[in-house]
Structure formats: C-alpha cells, structure tokens
C-alpha cells in the first residue's frame, strides 16, 4: 500500500491494527488506551535491593530466552551497560532471541554486533544504530527487521503496549540501595535521566545500575524507589569521556557560519523573535552557532524567551543564566556544564520522553515550541527529510526528536550544507523518509534559503527582509553542477528496517543493498 508521502509499503507489514502514514495530525484527537504495566509487592520490609551482580539481577527477573530488554542513551558513546546486561545475559546465563530496546545505540555497542550475527539478539527497536551494529542490520544479518522509531514514538509505544519491556535497566549515575536514583552526583554524571522514565513506569521489572550507590534515602530523585525492582553496584557504568567532554563547541567552520547566521536572521524575519520566544536546536555545531547569533538579537531586541530545549549544551545554559529564556526543558544533556546546570539550577527541569514529545497524549512540550532548527543527512525537493541512511545506503542515524520536534514547532529550519563529501545533499527523492515534508517549512544553505511552498507567509517575510530565497529546486541544480548527480543505489528486496512515524504509522522501510 502507497502511504501520504508515496512510499510503498508491503502489505505484510500491516498486521496487528499498523497501518501506513496519513499525514502528521492523521491521530489527532483519537483515544489510546494506556498499557497497565505489572508491579511486584513488596509488602515485607526490606533494607536493600541491592544484588551481587547483573547475572543475578537477570535471575532475580525471571529473565528468559525470547525477552526484550530496555536502555536508555544518556551516557551516549560512555555507556558500559548494554554491553555489560547482554554479555551476562547471554555468555552467564546462555539465553538467546533477545530484543533489545533501546533509546538509542551507537558505536559505543560495538560488540552488540557479534550477538547479532550469532543470532543471539533477533530484534532491535530505537530510534538510532550506528556503528558495527548499523552495519551487520544494514546487511541483513538481524532475523527481524530494525523499527525505527523517534523519541516521542517510542513511549508511545511503550505507553500503548506496542512495546512491552519485560526487564529495564537504567543506567543510574547516583542510586540508594532502595533504587531511588538519578543523573548526577556521581563519576559518571549524564545530568538528566529523561529518556529512561517511560521505561521505568511500565517495564515488567527495573533494575537500577549504578557506580555510585549512596545512603538511604538518596534525595533529590529522578526515578523512585516504587519503579525499581533490583539494583546492581559495578565499578564503573561508563567513561565519563565519551558522556561528555566539556563544553561542545560553536563550529568556526566558515560555511557553517553562513548557514547558521542565515537561519538566525530566517527566525528574525519569521515574526517569531518575540517575548515568550521558544526555541529547541540540536548540539551540532551549526546548531550551536545558529543558537549563538539568536541570543545576539535577543539581547539587541531586549527579548526574553519561555524555554529552550533539545540536545543542552554550556551554551543554552548560558542563555538561560544570562535571562534571555526563562526555563530550559532537559531530555538530554550533552556536555559538563548542562550536568552542573540541571543539577543546580531550578530553571533547569528534567522532562521525561512522553512530555517531551509523545503524540499520544493530552499535549507534549514540543507542540509549544515557536522553532525547531534541526540537521538533514538528505532532503528532497518535497522537504522530506532523511536522518537515518546514509548515501551507500546503510543505517547509521538516527531519528531521534526531529520529526517530533518539526511536528510541533510554529517554523521548522532544516540546515544543511549544499553537498557533503562531494555528494548533493538536496535529492529528487530521499534514500529513507523519517521526518515528512509537511512538516519541514524552511531549508537553510550557503548558497540560499528555500521555503516549503505551503508557507507562503514566510516566503513574503523573507522576500520583505531581502533574505537570499530560492526554490529548492534551484538549490538542488546548484548542488548537483558542483558535484554531479549521484546514482542511485539499487534496493534488494528484505526489508531490514522499518521506519514509524511519530504516531505509529509506518512512513517507510529500510531495504538491504541488491
């Protein structure tokens, strides 16, 4: 069946109510009846929850072949414990056909890959694979196809019982022996825990895994002792070094530069740089600068805006702390001075995933956002967008919050370079569709500024300000006479991903090299 953005998607796929992609509101205003997720009494007092290691954890959980295990990405490309949870999992206690559900995974789960192979882990459900393990999925060595789905997509999954997790480890920088944990204090600080929350509420059974356990009863607490089951001391739950390396920096690259100030100067002529201004940027190093040249005209313009969100960096923090926004909404931290922040400042909140960017819910932080400025591996002259495959084809991106945070926001920029690696960037048509062109409004480049045809409005703004607009097309000429037009790479048949929409609908499929 042909799906709103013209992907055809196999029959097959469509079993158990799943249906394909009917454009973003397609679910607005419709009923989701919420997973009841299963509790263990504890009505006998116990002084600790604490066992001797992750086998006996696993054991302590009733854990089988055939489960599916959560984790979430807070420690980023620091994490020991997927690697630490599968290897007891499966080389201890020699369990097979495991899901791993994860927030998301990168090169950091390398060894993942191995298990994959042997046909140890059949499933794997996130919203991003990188490294060894994109490769070996890629290649059609996973028994069950990838699902993809972003970061809003997943708790609603979970919340809705698509997703059910038998055994949740969360990753906890600082925990009590009761399992009252949370992102900081520790050796291995992550600041936020946000991702993890929606595993915590309705995961079967949770287990705490820390390298800093404290006193009873730990305070202030991010996940509480009512959702965790079992908690497991290990020396070290990861390197500090690949959580955060201090403070990411605003990119000098000069190309980058143009594209941020262009998208600066694109919010500007919005109409949107008003008080009560909201904005969520990503920690790239565009990003960054583009979120540097904003807080420039807020201070020339005396604006103070609501909240900020997003991959949080020293820099937000500063914005916050200077007064140019007035509360920063955290899922995520990504350097040394956002764990300090959300671990010190009030102004600083730590959100959960289903908050943050849930559409089954009664209203989620990314619909109050003004504007989203978020990156693009491929767009296409339709404003679709690709953040998951590369140009060889492969898996390894991530959806991540961007079709969540484009759905919401009042002004969605995608920047990118014209080409990358001597490829165009602006495609006739994407390798992989994650976030729909409905809901991407602006495109920003070095060589200009495209505006999706269907918000005339903006197009008028940025004609009026003397903006350097083109139509996409006119960009994707431009990329193309500077690099060629690249082959198209040929499918195979197997599917090895499948790519959901925010909402559950299936918006595309990933398919395995011919």
């Not at 070996?136 to 809003?152: D, E, F, T, W, Y």
């Not at 995961?203 to 895994?209: E, F, K, N, Y």
């Not at 976030?435 to 920003?444: C, I």
Request: charged content about 25%; overall charge neutral; glycine content about 10%.
């Amino acid at each position: 069946m042909k799906n709103a953005v013209g992907r055809e998607i196999p029959d097959y796929l469509l079993k158990d109510g799943k249906e394909v992609y009917q454009g973003k509101n397609y679910m607005d205003g419709k009923y989701l009846q919420k997973a009841s997720p299963r509790t263990r009494r504890c009505e006998k007092p116990v002084e600790t929850k604490v066992v001797g290691s992750l086998a006996e954890a696993l054991k302590q959980c009733g854990a089988r072949d055939g489960m599916t295990f959560s984790f979430h990405h807070h420690l980023r490309d620091g994490d020991y414990v997927v690697n630490l949870v599968m290897a007891a999992a499966i080389e201890e206690l020699g369990l097979k056909d495991l899901t791993i559900a994860a927030t998301s995974l990168g090169s950091a789960h390398d060894p993942i890959a191995a298990y994959i192979e042997k046909g140890k882990v059949v499933g794997i459900q996130t919203s991003g694979i990188r490294g060894k393990m994109g490769e070996v999925v890629s290649a059609g060595k996973l028994k069950n196809p990838a699902i993809i789905r972003s970061h809003g997509g997943r708790p609603r999954a979970i919340e809705g019982g698509e997703v059910h997790i038998d055994i949740a480890f969360v990753a906890a920088p600082t925990s009590d022996p009761m399992g009252n944990c949370r992102g900081v204090g520790g050796k291995s600080d992550c600041g936020s825990l946000g991702y993890a929350f929606p595993d915590a509420d309705y995961a079967d059974q949770v287990v705490a895994v820390t390298d800093n356990l404290q006193p009873y009863p730990l305070t202030p607490i991010s996940i509480s002792q009512e959702r965790v089951d079992w908690v497991v001391e290990l020396e070290k739950i990861g390197d500090p070094n690949g959580i955060v390396s201090g403070t990411t920096k605003v990119t000098k690259d000069p190309v980058q530069l143009i594209i941020a100030q262009n998208a600066a100067k694109a919010i500007a002529a919005s109409g949107l740089l008003e008080d009560g201004f909201s904005l969520q940027t990503g920690a790239g190093g565009a990003s960054l600068a583009a979120a540097a040249f904003i807080a420039e005209m807020m201070r020339e313009k005396h604006v103070v805006g609501s909240f900020i969100m997003g991959g949080i960096t020293g820099l937000l923090v500063k914005m916050l702390e200077e007064g140019l926004f007035k509360r920063i909404l955290d899922v995520q931290d990504f350097d040394l001075e956002a764990v300090r922040s959300v671990r010190e400042n009030p102004a600083h909140e730590e959100v959960g995933a289903c908050l943050y960017a849930s559409p089954f819910n009664s209203g989620c932080i990314v619909n109050q956002l003004d504007c989203a400025i978020l990156g693009a591996t491929e767009i296409d002259t339709d404003f679709n967008v690709n953040v998951l495959t590369g140009s060889a084809g492969a898996i390894m991106g991530g959806s991540g919050g961007h079709s969540d945070a484009a759905a919401g926001a009042k002004m969605t920029i995608i920047t990118a370079n014209l080409t990358r690696s001597r490829i165009a960037v602006i495609k006739d048509r994407v390798r992989t569709i994650c976030t729909p062109g409905e809901t991407v409004d602006v495109l920003v480049t070095e060589w200009g500024i495209a505006v999706n045809p269907r918000r005339t409005d903006l197009l008028e703004r940025f004609t009026k300000a003397k903006l350097p607009v083109h139509s996409i097309e006119k960009l994707r000429e431009k990329a193309e006479r500077l690099c060629g037009k690249a082959r198209p790479i040929p499918e195979g048949e197997r599917i090895v991903g499948i790519v959901e929409y925010r909402d559950g609908t299936i918006i595309d499929v990933v398919r395995a090299r011919a």
